[in-house]
């Protein structure tokens, strides 16, 4: 196997904020602004594709305090005349911000500035929809080897794990859910409403649905990040992750997942909020991308204490859309995926992509955390990897470990 890289707050001061367009509140220090001496005027990620004209992230040095950096954030965004719009003191120390390019330059030079990032598009990992087929998914990791047997053998329904979904909102009421979904971050006030995208609902089936799901007792949150159009930014998707290690923070010892069936190009802030979620023990699977394409050239598909994961078809071979390389951990059923969709309480939907391969990865972590509560993510994660099937997936691609997820191996 190949493997990646070597893997009590204040609410005030650790809880995403999101600002809007109100101006930045007087700090309450009056020094003069701090230069760094012969920085260099670079903005991080400015140059591409899916850079978002106008918006940086800024991020403060590592030891900064979380109850310092929101005062931190006020001062900078006074100084410079620029509008902030989250703060983040969880998953990461810093915050997002509206300004032209020169006034993120004069940011960057603050010496309590470690770096200022240009702010990112972000999409979902999903591609096709069929209406209505059987799903096979659940059949294929329940089993070492093909052929399928047509049943899905489980050893508990994950009911004591908490797993965040972080994506377009879910159909709280759907009958999968049974009343186990619930609305945890929404920076539009829509009580985490899909609109008209039924991407998360759908994700929140495979992971926690009462019949097309694989922890089928697990407690879903809803951490919408996308916008109605379908659209979103790494600045709103990191605000989603802070609140994430936020609400783990305040109960560390919540045996918790999360899954980000989404992403974009290799971005350093969304790494560094996703390692220190996972950090502070809420492990997450991420979708590995759908450009056929080295998986280390996306995030947070690169982030080496993740579970990235590819997808693969229903006769085992790797989905041509599927990322690979030496970043993803293992691969799961993507193809053809059955699973809850939004348009009613009753209804669903078929999809392909590593979206849909992703949480099965996060729904066999609900159920392993919920046998062995005592492991934490990262030991967790290991277990995904140890006891995956060897040696099946067929073309895995170059330098991707050829692992498929398995869950027989969770005792009873």
Known sequence: MISKPSRKLTIAAVLATFVGGLAGAPSAS????????GAPDIIRYADTEEAVPNSYIVVLHPNTSPDATPVIADDITKRTNTKKSWVYASALQGFAVEATETQALEISR???????????????????????????????????????????????????????????????????FGGRAFCGFDPWGMG????????????????????????????????????????????????????????????????????????????????????NAIAGNVHFSVAAGNSNADACLFSPARVPRATTVGSTRINDNRSAFSNYGACLDLFA???????????????????????????????????????FPADNADQTATALAANATPGVVINPGPLSPNLLLFMGMIPV
């Open 110 to 176: 603050d010496t309590r500035v470690a770096y200022v990032a240009q702010d990112q598009i972000y999409t979902t990992q999903a591609l096709t929809v069929q209406p209505s087929p059987p799903s096979w998914g659940l059949d294929r990791i329940d089993e070492r080897s093909l052929p399928l047997d047509a049943k899905y053998h489980y050893p508990n329904n994950g009911s004591s794990v908490v797993a965040y979904v972080i994506d377009t909102g879910i159909l709280l009421t759907h009958n999968e």
């Open 30 to 37: 009056s020094a003069p602004p701090a230069q760094q001496a």
């Open 333 to 371: 059923p993507g193809e053809l995926i059955y699973s809850a969709w939004y348009t009613a309480n009753n209804a669903y939907a078929t999809l392909s992509g590593t979206s849909m391969a992703s949480p099965h990865a996060a729904g066999t972590a609900a159920m392993w955390r919920h046998k």
């Open 192 to 275: 985490c409403a899909p609109c008209n995208q039924g991407h998360g609902t759908h994700v929140a089936g495979t992971i926690g649905g009462a019949t097309v799901g694989v922890a089928k007792g697990v407690r879903i949150i809803s951490v919408r990040v996308f916008q109605c159009s379908g659209s979103t930014t790494s600045a709103i998707v990191i605000a989603g992750i802070n609140y994430v290690a936020f609400a783990q923070s305040i109960n560390p010892a919540q045996r918790s997942v999360a899954n980000m069936s989404l992403g974009g190009g290799a971005f350093a802030p969304m790494d560094t909020a996703v390692t």
